[in-house]
């Protein structure tokens, strides 16, 4: 097939108006199976480029800028999978939370400007006025979704400086919609830190690719690898782009949108966000620190080393103060990303390909149990931990999704978690003991002492949310829509099928890796 890579990224910001049209017209249910089905075809075409082994497209674009592609390589390919898995999952899982959330939003609306009744309340509810505002409301959301979805392969993809921060930019913008328009509290005002945030990361991030393309006279991939980038360009640029992607990281010192961001933002969102938008800071420390600065690489190790564990530590401990569940795993992201800097800082084949199979797993996870709380949301009314408990007995199904969402989170076996953190340990601790170096020793076993924080916060939720006394005021809760389980099932069932046979990502990570630090 041809331009694979290119319908994969550009079909779905194509057809984004189609999906909203489809909203419009015929309801939820439409806008919702064609972006499954866009999601679908496109998920599927690239996992058939990636089993090939590296794939790329080139094409022209502009003497300014240089050449416009896009790479699938041991790298970009689980990256790539997973992102766009996710997406097509949670397309059919937006549908009944969505529709709770625009009926709450219709409600506040009307409240806000009509002096209403309890009875006038339930007849304009069940008037024609709320399906045609849900119908409105699904198309816009759908089509944000799409665009959303783009913006993060496209990222992943993307062979040139210049490309990589316009489709990095283009995450931002869905997303801050997303935000401001279906998330909850103050709304308005979160997604505008979190614009605020993260574009001022973008920029940093646009700084340091600056000073690399025009020190070479180029912006394209191949062609700085093979340059010479002089000294100190490659240290300003190192910086820049380390803080850029720290803050897209939401690493510790740059962590402080996160909590509001993800308690804002619409769970499904949410369960993009903080598993597969994030970790794209990781993917942008791969490709542009590791492989195109290795000596920098080298010397600034240590640093993400320590900058890991300092975020593994505080998300940890302040997930254990947090009785809004989706804040909490908002923190425990933070957590997470801390892995992934400890990872990205080991200097070791193992590690650094830990450091990808602890994103894959944490994508699973994480995305298990941000789905998890959209269920309590929906189908429960809260999102205080201190007010559920007992109800694996009245949502079994839910609770065993979440159970694995949080045994991939502690890294415990059979589920993918296992593999990626023990490569990650591993991978420093060799590099620890080739070194003697004592700071990575010591920082080696305090990660050690993290994952049993991990562990800690984990099992408080899951003891809080499913276990102990049932609340009198729960006796009647059910477990959610199919809508809502099945992809939470299909999730489940991945991260064990991967935490069982790694070799599905890691026959391509391997290989990479090796290349990358020259083993």
């Known amino acids: 097939m041809d331009f694979v890579l290119l319908q994969a990224v550009f079909l779905p910001l194509l057809l984004s108006p189609l999906a909203y049209m489809l909203g419009r017209k015929f309801g939820t249910n439409a806008a919702m199976w064609f972006t499954f089905g866009l999601l679908l075809y496109c998920t599927v075409i690239i996992i058939q480029a990636a089993i090939g082994g590296t794939y790329e497209e080139h094409y022209q674009w502009t003497t300014l800028f240089g050449e416009f592609g896009f790479l699938l390589d041991g790298l970009a390919a689980p990256f790539a999978i997973i992102i766009y898995v996710l997406c097509t999952i949670l397309a059919i899982y937006s549908k009944p939370y969505m529709i709770h959330k625009f009926e709450h939003l219709f409600k506040e609306h009307y409240h806000k400007n009509n002096d209403a009744s309890e009875g006038q309340t339930t007849a304009i509810i069940e008037s024609s006025a709320l399906k045609t505002y849900i119908n409105n409301q699904s198309g816009l959301y759908f089509a944000m979704f799409l665009v959303f979805s783009m913006g993060m392969l496209g990222t992943v993809l993307s062979t040139n400086l210049i490309e990589f921060y316009i489709f990095f930019e283009v995450m931002l913008i869905p997303s801050f919609f997303l935000i401001a328009w279906y998330g909850d509290g103050a709304r308005r005002r979160i997604a505008l830190m979190f614009f605020f945030w993260t574009h001022v990361g ?89 492989e195109f600065l290795p000596q920098t690489y080298a010397d600034l190790s240590i640093v993400l080393t320590v900058w890991g564990v300092a975020t593994m530590f505080y998300g940890g401990a302040m997930a254990l103060m947090q009785d809004d569940i989706k804040r909490f795993l908002a923190y425990s992201s933070i957590s997470q990303m801390g892995y992934l800097l400890f990872g990205l800082g080991s200097l070791s084949v193992y590690g650094l390909a830990g450091t990808e199979m602890m994103y894959i797993s944490h994508a699973l996870g994480k995305g298990l149990l941000f789905m998890t709380a959209g269920i309590l949301i929906v189908n429960v009314g809260t999102r205080s931990i201190a007010k559920l408990g007992g109800l694996a007995g009245k949502m079994p199904i839910t609770a065993v999704c979440a159970v694995i969402g949080a045994l991939t989170i502690m890294g415990v076996p059979p589920t993918s978690g296992f593999m990626g953190e023990w490569m990650l340990f591993y991978g420093a601790l060799e590099t620890a003991i080739e070194e003697g170096n004592d700071l990575r020793s010591v920082m080696f076993a305090l990660g050690l002492v993290a994952t049993v924080l991990t562990m800690s916060y984990m099992l408080w939720m899951l003891k809080r949310v499913f276990f102990g006394k049932l609340p009198e005021n729960l006796s009647n809760v059910k477990d959610g829509s199919w809508y809502m389980l099945v992809p939470m099932m299909v999730l489940a069932g991945f991260t064990i099928v991967v935490g069982i046979y790694p070799d599905i990502f890691l026959s391509q990570i391997m290989p990479y890796m090796q290349g990358v630090l020259g083993v």
């Open 202 to 290: 973008a920029v940093i991030l646009l700084l340091g690719f600056l000073a690399i393309g025009l020190s070479i006279g180029s912006f394209d991939f191949v062609d700085i690898i093979e340059a010479e980038i002089p000294q100190d360009v490659v240290i300003i640029s190192a910086v820049a782009i380390l803080i850029g992607l720290g803050v897209k990281l939401a690493a510790f010192i740059f962590h402080i949108w996160l909590p509001y961001a993800h308690g804002a933002a619409p769970t499904p969102i949410s369960a993009l966000l903080s598993p597969a938008m994030i970790g794209i800071g990781a993917y942008g420390v791969f490709r542009l620190i590791i």
